[in-house]
């Protein structure tokens, strides 16, 4: 994409009035060029000049065309409103505590920072990969939703709408659970009753069936760690064929608590609000009662080891630098230990959990079906460990 010559991009506001905003290689000069014509700066890096005294505005204007001709940047006309307004009218009117707040990308390699958060696949996406887009205007809730608003590029009017995540996520172009765009109308109104009434339902169940695959994901780790720890216990070798002792089965049996505890954490953060949505009884699957309450009770029972390391966790990370790595992972795997006996539940139960949470809808109205619908393997369950022993802490 070949950079764009430096210009400054203007707009009007019904609240700010003449908005300039500088984009390109040269964003600081054009900074200069409009202090210089009298503008100033707002927060989040724009530039205004109130239209309320017509003649100052028209003084501002023509000593801003004449900085910029001086300095050879690009005055840009805008026919569309100033985004931060529309960004600010439309989270007034959607449910809930929504704001609003303008972020400029002077450099097109600004806006390269927001693959890290885009969980988008659309027109946005391609939208990046193809345009600079000079600033966006980014939603929030106070939940932790986070929407991407920006000018449709290549047409006069419209908007585009997606989501942003600091989650980690799968590639987004391959994932189906990823939201897609949603093109919106210029009006702010409609634009919010189309965010309300479609895309945040569709965003709510993308976010289910991510958390969903996410406790699945940790699952397998745990149950693959479990499958390798016991065939070496039945075997009594390593896969190379060295004999096991009893010392080193022990070693082995915590080494395996701390790589469980790592993913069992995933598992007890994520799972309470997917299992809160879970009803047996009004699914194709009204047997799956008795594993549903057994997997609640299970979380319920960890919730204090839980608690725990969490009020250790700032503690442990500032003293690893003083502890030894064993004596690190050993503090871990004590609460691994612990919660081995709701680790195997949730091993044992998972293919109930998976089917339940399948069919769950997420909370919020008109939530749509999952579109991430994969196959319910079996998975086999681990046999019962020996009693997990005492943790003194």
Request: hydrophobic share 40%; aromatic share 6%.
């Amino acid at each position: 994409m070949t950079p764009p010559s430096t210009e400054i991009a203007l707009s009007t506001s019904a609240t700010l009035g003449l908005v300039a905003i500088a984009v390109g290689e040269n964003y600081q000069k054009a900074n200069q060029a409009i202090e210089a014509a009298g503008l100033t700066r707002q927060p989040g890096g724009a530039y205004a000049v109130p239209l309320t005294d017509p003649k100052a505005a028209r003084r501002a204007a023509s000593a801003l065309a004449a900085h910029a001709y001086e300095h050879g940047i690009a005055l840009v006309t805008s026919t569309r409103r100033y985004l931060g307004d529309v960004g600010t009218e439309i989270a007034a009117q959607l449910p809930g505590n929504w704001s609003a707040r303008l972020e400029i990308y002077s450099l097109p390699l600004w806006q390269d920072d927001l693959w890290y958060q885009l969980w988008e696949a659309g027109e946005i996406h391609a939208a990046l990969q193809n345009h600079n887009v000079p600033f966006a205007s980014v939603l929030k809730d106070g939940q932790g939703t986070e929407l991407l608003l920006m000018e449709r590029p290549g047409h006069s009017s419209g908007y585009l709408l997606g989501a942003l995540t600091d989650h980690e996520k799968e590639d987004v172009l391959e994932d189906p659970t990823t939201p897609s765009t949603m093109v919106l109308p210029a009006e702010p109104d409609r634009a919010a009753a189309l965010i309300a009434g479609t895309f945040l339902p569709l965003y709510r169940n993308a976010v289910h069936h991510r958390d969903l695959n996410t406790v699945l994901a940790a699952l397998e780790r745990i149950r693959g760690e479990h499958r390798r720890l016991q065939g070496m216990k039945e075997s009594g070798h390593y896969a190379d064929g060295v004999p096991l002792t009893g010392r080193i089965t022990d070693a082995l049996e915590r080494s395996f608590a701390d790589l469980a505890w790592i993913e069992f954490r995933t598992v007890a953060d994520l799972a309470p609000d997917l299992i809160a949505r879970c009803d047996p009884g009004s699914s194709p699957w009204p047997g799956d009662q008795a594993a549903v309450v057994r997997l609640r009770g299970a979380l319920a029972d960890s919730e204090a080891a839980m608690r725990e390391y969490t009020g250790l966790n700032d503690d442990l990370h500032q003293l690893r630098r003083l502890l030894q790595t064993h004596e690190y992972h050993h503090v871990r795997a004590e609460f691994g230990l612990s919660a081995r006996p709701a680790i195997e539940t949730w091993l044992a139960d998972s293919a109930a959990f998976e089917r339940q949470v399948r069919a769950a809808k997420p909370a919020g109205p008109t939530a749509l079906a999952s579109s991430s619908q994969r196959a319910l393997t079996s998975r086999p369950v681990p046999p019962p460990a020996a009693p997990a022993p005492t943790v003194h802490r």
